[in-house]
């Protein structure tokens, strides 16, 4: 994806109060091809996604009304829309609660426009090719690791009568893994078979989705089959191999 003035019109949905900030924006981005909306509050952000149907969202954490996580959380509820955090707490501990919940970049204020410009870009140009690896995929209906099956249309895992729908991160996550039971992942690996080779992370992002993968697991497991090795990686821990069902 090419940014170039007055090019390509990516729509951008802008989520917060500050409304300077707003306006420095608007003002550097429209003249790359950016088309802003803007809001100054949370509530409602689900309803704008599906009648808007912007590119991304920035989302303030600090809202006058529900803070942005709590709003981030409703939004992972029915879109896997590129979200990108912002925030004046520019802690670690927001940052991973913000990766953890779904975002798919977190910048702290204040921020130079120029890096909002090249975190869009990046996030788009990764939405873009995940887009275009999925679409290469031949059909397959169902990954199955001994009871535990991952629904690759819809991207929902399964074990018995419990069933757990996923954000494209932990799909894209649970899917390595369970591609390629008890072998040791690297983390370079995991990022490669997750989301392509043009895709780069840092490891503590890889080690905070593979968190949010467990933490699903969980929730139809007792204990998450997601394994640390230490000093080498992660790996899918079962007595039982892989099989593909159509």
Same mark, same amino acid.
């Given at each position: 994806?090419?940014?170039?003035?007055?090019?390509?019109?990516?729509?951008?949905?802008? @989520? #917060?109060?500050?409304a300077?900030?707003?306006?420095?924006?608007?003002?550097?981005?429209?003249p790359?091809? +950016?088309?802003?909306? *803007?809001?100054?509050s949370?509530?409602? @952000?689900? %309803?704008?996604?599906?009648?808007?149907?912007?590119?991304? @969202?920035?989302?303030?954490?600090?809202?006058?009304?529900?803070?942005?996580?709590?709003?981030l959380?409703r939004?992972?509820? =029915?879109?896997?829309?590129?979200?990108?955090?912002?925030?004046?707490?520019?802690?670690?501990?927001?940052?991973? =609660?913000?990766?953890?919940?779904? %975002?798919?970049?977190?910048?702290?204020k204040?921020?130079?426009?120029?890096?909002?410009?090249?975190?869009?870009?990046? =996030?788009?140009?990764? %939405?873009?090719?995940?887009s275009?690896?999925?679409?290469?995929?031949?059909?397959?209906d169902?990954?199955?690791?001994?009871?535990?099956?991952?629904?690759?249309?819809?991207?929902?895992?399964?074990?018995?009568?419990? *069933?757990?729908?996923?954000?494209?991160?932990?799909?894209?996550?649970?899917?390595?893994?369970?591609?390629?039971? #008890?072998? @040791?992942l690297?983390? #370079?690996?995991?990022?490669?078979?997750?989301?392509?080779?043009?895709?780069? +992370?840092?490891?503590?992002?890889?080690?905070?989705?593979?968190?949010?993968?467990?933490?699903i697991?969980?929730?139809? +497991?007792?204990?998450?089959?997601?394994?640390? =090795?230490?000093?080498?990686?992660?790996?899918?821990?079962? #007595?039982?191999? %892989?099989?593909?069902?159509?």
């Open positions: 994806m090419v940014f170039e003035r007055e090019k390509v019109k990516i729509h951008i949905l802008l @989520v #917060d109060d500050d300077r900030l707003q306006t420095n924006v608007r003002d550097f981005l429209e790359y091809g +950016c088309r802003i909306t *803007s809001m100054r949370g509530e409602g @952000v689900e %309803a704008a996604v599906k009648e808007l149907k912007p590119d991304i @969202v920035l989302l303030d954490v600090m809202l006058p009304d529900d803070d942005g996580f709590v709003v959380r939004l992972r509820g =029915v879109s896997d829309l590129p979200v990108i955090m912002l925030t004046a707490r520019g802690n670690d501990a927001d940052r991973i =609660v913000g990766l953890e919940m779904g %975002a798919d970049d977190y910048l702290p204040p921020f130079n426009p120029r890096e909002l410009l090249a975190r869009i870009k990046a =996030v788009l140009r990764r %939405a873009s090719a995940q275009d690896v999925a679409a290469q995929e031949p059909p397959r169902m990954l199955v690791v001994g009871s535990i099956r991952l629904d690759l249309k819809r991207q929902r895992l399964d074990r018995g009568d419990q *069933s757990v729908q996923l954000t494209t991160t932990e799909f894209r996550i649970i899917r390595a893994f369970m591609g390629r039971p #008890d072998e @040791v690297s983390r #370079d690996q995991i990022q490669t078979l997750a989301f392509g080779e043009n895709y780069y +992370c840092n490891d503590r992002n890889i080690d905070v989705y593979v968190s949010r993968a467990r933490t697991l969980r929730k139809l +497991c007792e204990e998450s089959p997601i394994h640390t =090795v230490w000093g080498a990686g992660y790996r899918w821990v079962s #007595d039982e191999g %892989a099989s593909l069902s159509r």
